[in-house]
């Protein structure tokens, strides 16, 4: 069956480290991937998307994600979070007609 | 302009009255989208319109409508909803119906 996983319902980093937010999909060809943000009350942003090509692919706001065909993973970087990154994070994939989100990420950064 | 604007922000309705969303683009995307989101949950696809023609229903209830009256607008029309339908409605718009691009900040919906 096709879906999308997202294995983290909560992480928590402190200001200026690191981030990595993990997510793995499950289907028989390489669908179009998909990183979302949502602050509370708000709509869905487009972080940065994946085709085809360079599996390292470039975001908004400094994110990058890096597709990984041998492991079925699309997951989300940033070197150095900000308080303002603090926000719920949607994995997604799309084929054929068919959208699947992953349940989400809510990511809290401590000061 | 590269937005998606959605009216209302909020909106209270009965459960014998009939609304309608409404969502507006003028990105000249020609595939528009609704999603439900309910409260700590992903999206959850409604209806695909694909240059102004329903691509894709996903199974949802004869209570909602939707309508694409031309390129740049899409409604959700409402009508004897439930409870168990209050949500976040999103709407969002792409180039073409590859399911990504711009959403707009949704219309907060409860039904009593």
């Known amino acids: 069956a096709q879906s999308v996983t997202q294995p983290d319902i909560h992480i928590t980093v402190s200001e200026g480290a690191s981030l990595e937010l993990r997510c793995n999909y499950s289907?028989?060809?390489?669908?179009?991937l998909f990183w979302y943000v949502q602050s509370p009350g708000q709509g869905l942003q487009l972080l940065l998307k994946y085709f085809s090509g360079d599996t390292l692919v470039q975001g908004i706001k400094g994110f990058e994600a890096e597709f990984k065909r041998s492991q079925s993973s699309f997951n989300l970087r940033k070197p150095s979070v900000h308080w303002s990154d603090a926000a719920e994070y949607f994995c997604?994939?799309?084929?054929?007609?068919?959208?699947?989100f992953g349940a989400g990420t809510r990511l809290t950064v401590k000061p | 302009d590269t937005e998606v604007t959605q009216t209302p922000k909020h909106l209270v309705m009965g459960m014998t009255n009939k609304k309608s969303l409404k969502c507006e683009q003028h990105?000249?995307?020609?595939?528009m989208y609704w999603y439900k989101q309910k409260a700590k949950k992903p999206p959850e696809l409604m209806f695909v319109?694909?240059?102004?023609?329903?691509?894709i229903n996903e199974s949802v209830p004869s209570r909602f409508s939707p309508e694409c009256p031309n390129s740049s607008l899409l409604n959700l029309h409402l009508h004897a909803l439930q409870p168990e339908d209050s949500a976040l409605y999103l709407c969002?718009?792409?180039?073409?119906?590859?399911?990504?691009?711009?959403f707009g900040s949704g219309t907060r919906l409860t039904v009593v």
């Open positions: 990105m000249g995307h020609r595939a």
């Open positions: 969002a718009s792409s180039q073409d119906p590859t399911a990504w691009g711009t």
């Open positions: 319109y694909s240059y102004e023609k329903l691509s």
């Open positions: 997604a994939f799309y084929n054929n007609n068919d959208m699947r």
């Open positions: 289907y028989g060809a390489t669908p179009y």
